[in-house]
């Protein structure tokens, strides 16, 4: 490939490789991988513009021409910034790196089975630039509503603990931070009102945050579950040792949480079929059922 009438013809290359079927430089006949009609049109497409609609002209080997042998890392990096959908809107930063996954996987194909030089290329990230992160999704109001009503009527084991569980979540507490919670850090009988330390997020449980008041749906909860809670030396006792216990008396562990807040869950019928996957960390960043409810004591 060092000189351009000794050069294969690209696109015949690029038949063979996505038909599974070529031949390497020493004449031996090579079966090759079983590519998925997906993968194929989308190879297809980006790199010779195989069944693009009319008009769509940004295939990497007509772009590339005469140098598609002779390229240099910044003709992908110029090509893939200019991509755009069939709409003619800016390409997606995930279609991006997928075109430019085509790329970089043909002339990978090149280098191994056809003995070509080696180019040397970048990883993706690289070339196609940084992907833009995943929007964070989150519950409806509706359905932190649901969730809080799931709490109320909770009736399965410990429904006071569970209320709570799920009060602390709604609230936006990390599941760490509601596990992490201990006696020691609430203040029932501040006089300024119901008041708790909370752990600091992505922190240990030694770092806590300052006094903060309780909103007033958790002072209720928190009302409910201390003459139930299920305190046993020497793991816990009525002032000591984690708020959120077992029936032994031992903090609760992420997975025991994260189960118990979907049992709460799957107790309501517009919540039963996003219950068996719901996560503690989803409903922390979801719209609280108690960002109006400022007030501190129960009425």
Known sequence: MSSAPQAPNPYAVLTGWLSGAYVRPDGQ??????????????????????EAPAGWRQDWLRYIGDLVWHFE????????????AFDGT???????????SAVLSFYKHCEDDLGAARWNLPPRRALAGPSAPAARQTLTRFQTDALR?????????????????????LAGLRPGQSIAAVMQYIQRDNA????????????????????TPLPRPLVWALDDYLPVRTH?????????????????????????FTRLLRDVAASHP??????????????AHSPSPFADETSRDRP
């Not at 300024?192 to 006094?211: E, I, Y």
């Open 232 to 256: 046993k030396a020497p793991h816990s006792t009525p002032t000591q040792g984690p708020l959120l216990v077992s029936r032994t008396g031992r903090g609760l562990d992420h997975v025991t």
């Open 90 to 100: 800016p390409l997606a930063s995930t279609s991006r790196a997928r075109a430019v």
């Open 149 to 169: 009503t799931a709490a109320d009527r909770y009736r399965g084991p410990h429904p006071e603990r569970a209320r709570l569980a799920a009060y602390m979540t």
């Open 29 to 50: 006949e090579v079966r090759g991988r079983v590519w998925d009609e997906d993968t194929k049109y989308r190879y297809g497409l980006y790199l010779a513009g195989w």
């Open 270 to 283: 517009d919540l039963k079929e996003i219950a068996p996957t719901l996560h503690p960390d989803l409903v």
């Open 73 to 84: 890392p910044q003709h992908i990096q110029d090509w893939a910034t200019r991509l755009t």
């Open 192 to 211: 300024a009102g119901p008041a708790w330390r909370l752990p600091v997020r992505n922190n240990s449980t030694s770092a806590v945050g300052p006094l």
